[in-house]
């Protein structure tokens, strides 16, 4: 089981009321052989960047229960934060991972350290990227790091992301272009931070389904865990905030 250490802090405060950067800190994922991945987050960041959340969490003991789904396939995580499906993927034997996230210095810089300190940088990289954007540069990495065999991936990890509800299509519209036509497989993994916004949250699955994308959408499960942030007292919401969503798009 993943040991982890979760700051309660989730959004920046304007710049006069920020007092010094706090400090990145270190979490400890166990995998089911005992081997332990070293995932370094970043101090503060807006996106749960600095967060290894509990849809992460999941995603990974997925993962590792079904190593198949990652095991000699192209695999891209998108708004990866500490980036341990990816580190793990690649740990699994992924032919090759490219994690991407928002082209922060601290954060790219942050995930490339933790694919080093896993030793898993033979296939493995990290890449800055902001949704709907050309994706030159990550397909041509990709030819670059298989020899020019593959220009899409066969697995794309959104892991706790559509949460950003207005940049659903521009999500949608680079996982169009990445995925490998007809066999890829994407992995939607969330819990609902935010109850009012549920609804929203569940309106990346409608979008997916309709044009230009044409994804189907498989419901795998819902688990309880616990709600993520413990400064949220709100007790007639514990419920909701306590889920873990898992979806596959195909």
Known sequence: MATYYIPTDIFEEPDSYLGDEPEGTLATYTTITNSD???????????YGHILTHAC????????????????????????GGALPSILSAHLGAKYVISTDFPDSDLIKNINRNIVENKVQNNCSALGYIWGNETDE???????????ENSTFDVIILSDVIFNHTEHVKLLKTCRKLLTPGSGKILVTFSPHRPKLYEKDMEFFETAQKEPFHFESHFIEMQHWSPLFKDDTDETTVEIRSRVYFYILD
Do not use: H
């Open 37 to 47: 991945l070293q995932i370094n987050l970043v101090g503060a960041s807006p996106l």
């Open 57 to 80: 969490l999941y995603l990974a003991n997925y993962i590792e229960q079904n190593a198949d789904t990652v095991k000699g396939k192209t695999v891209l995580e998108v708004g990866s």
């Open 138 to 148: 990550i397909v041509d990495l990709l030819k670059e790091k298989t020899n020019g």
